[in-house]
């Protein structure tokens, strides 16, 4: 694409990361401090956005990629938002309801002067909940002295969250791999999808693919697989997961149970990773017998692992494409709470197809004129979109 070198310098460092030392009175009135960071990647197009994680493991570093990641994602859909994303390190269930909320209070009280509804706007990730960013819509509005609760999206629909949020990332997914299906001459009734993570995102994805009739035939999560040739009824099996804590054992009698590296070599037409990053790898790529490997997790398929897949011709749908659905519908809670008018979870998703289907047909385009996978076509496209932001702003 003949990327301006200045460009990839600018987009290669966030342009602020910042650091906080939160003090948290505990429940035995010891004080203990917790490192905070939220990391500001980009704002050429529009206000920073990104998750906040709660995780013992959580780094700068890692903050930092996964900033860099949203810039790109909202970019490829065509969103006015730029990257940032937050973390702060600990393991959140060692903490009491009242630790986490005065953890979470002193996190956002750490930030605010850097976040805002216009500014840079926080979302849930990795063990971060609606109550977290409720909390926080609260003590941000606290801090600035009014209602500024699109300071975060994700929040509960009676803190101003929006209609369908829980099931937009497994919803938007919908819209692009039925739009590939139909491209590629699939039928749904004859199209057989396994699961890797029958989770949020996973779960959902199999039920609304099953209700649009495609045939699932395989789930997992992390105790292992379940294999149903004739195909399964998603409903039934997370009921039955919910009682049994994994699918393993609801594959009736005619469930093959299998281990999760089986699973990814299963013979079937679509695979969606939706558990973990790094599931596809060196390792196991040449054994996928998909024909689609959708990417509903973030990072699942190793860069060498993708050269292998497209070598076979498997065609991959790039997680910054195919899960960019909750991120759309995030920018609506936030132009939902700027007007203080509420739409209907039917509007929202009319909303989130065009911005789905419309963001996959610019990255085919592109795909096809310079002959890439579709992950290098999604980092054009999303790359020139941002290169005319910075040369818009006058940077370059
Ligand atoms: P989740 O915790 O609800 O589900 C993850 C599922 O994966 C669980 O069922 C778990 O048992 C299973 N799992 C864990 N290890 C596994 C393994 N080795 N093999 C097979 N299954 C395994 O999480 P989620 O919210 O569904 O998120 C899943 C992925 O999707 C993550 O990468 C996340 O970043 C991404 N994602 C989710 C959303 C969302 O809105 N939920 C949005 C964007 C991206």
Known sequence: MNLDPNVKELMSHPQRIVEVNIPVKMDNGELRF???????HSNYCGPYKGGIRYH???????????????????SVVGIPL???????????????????????????????????PTKDVPAPDVNTTPQI??????????????DARGVVTGKDLEHGGSKGRNIATAQGGVYVL?????????EPKNTRVVIQGFGNAGGVMAKLLFEKGYKIIGASDSQGGVIISEGMNPDEMLACKAQNETVVKCGGSSGKVVTNEQLLEEDCDILILAALENQVTAANADKVKAKIVFELANGPTTPEADNILAKKGVMVVPDILANAGGVTVSWFEMLQNA????WTEEEVFQKLLPIMVNA?????KNADKYGCTLRNAAYVTALKRIEAKIREQGVL
């Open 56 to 74: 013992q493991q959580v780094d700068m570093g890692e903050v930092t990629a996964l900033s860099a990641w949203m810039s790109i994602k909202c």
């Open 133 to 146: 960013m409720n909390w926080i819509a609260d003590e941000y509005s606290k801090y600035v002295g009014h």
């Open 178 to 186: 039925d739009e590939i299906a139909r491209q590629q001459g699939f």
């Open 34 to 40: 917790f490192k905070g960071f939220r990391v500001q």
């Open 82 to 116: 730029g990257g940032g994303k937050g973390g702060v390190v600990v393991n959140p269930k060692e903490l009491s309801l009242g630790e986490l909320e005065r953890l979470t209070r002193g996190y956002i009280r750490g930030i605010a002067d850097v976040i805002g």
């Open 360 to 364: 996959y047909k610019e990255l085919k």
């Open 339 to 342: 007007d203080n008018k509420y």
